[in-house]
Nanobody, 124 residues
Framework: QVQLVESGGGLVQAGGSLRLSCAAS????????MGWFRQAPGKEREFVAA????????YYADSVKGRFTISRDNAKNMVYLQMNSLKPEDTDVYYC?????????????????WGQGTQVTVSS
């Protein structure tokens, strides 16, 4: 069992930046590939970014590539999402997720544990 708690969301103007954090507790954090997803009301959960267990590989949705950066600190059991050049269309609830297996990194169904989400609102 892994517990995930996101923080760092808020209201920001377009062009601004936010850094989301996800604190993990429970089993060995480095055993999990970690991902960030986002979801708007009435829509499916959308892949944002993922990072390998070692942190050596990162993957991004085309919509955020070049603006967002995912990172992790296995010593601190933390994963981060640095979001720059934010746009109003980035407004969503952002979720941190942990994947113990080897599923497709961009598929929400591949992830075993989820946080409660943190709201990001980008004003125009």
């Amino acid at each position: 069992q892994v517990q995930l708690v996101e923080s760092g969301g808020g209201l920001v103007q377009a062009g601004g930046s936010l850094r989301l954090s996800c604190a993990a507790s429970g089993r060995t954090f480095s055993n999990y590939r970690m991902g960030w997803f986002r979801q708007a009301p009435g829509k499916e959960r959308e892949f944002v970014a993922a990072i390998s267990r070692s942190g050596g590989s990162a993957y991004y949705a085309d919509s955020v590539k070049g603006r967002f950066t995912i990172s992790r600190d296995n010593a601190k059991n933390m994963v981060y999402l640095q979001m720059n050049s934010l746009k109003p269309e980035d407004t969503d609830v952002y979720y941190c997720a942990a994947d113990l297996g080897m599923g497709t990194y961009a598929a929400a169904r591949a992830y075993d544990y989820w946080g409660q989400g943190t709201q990001v609102t980008v004003s125009s």
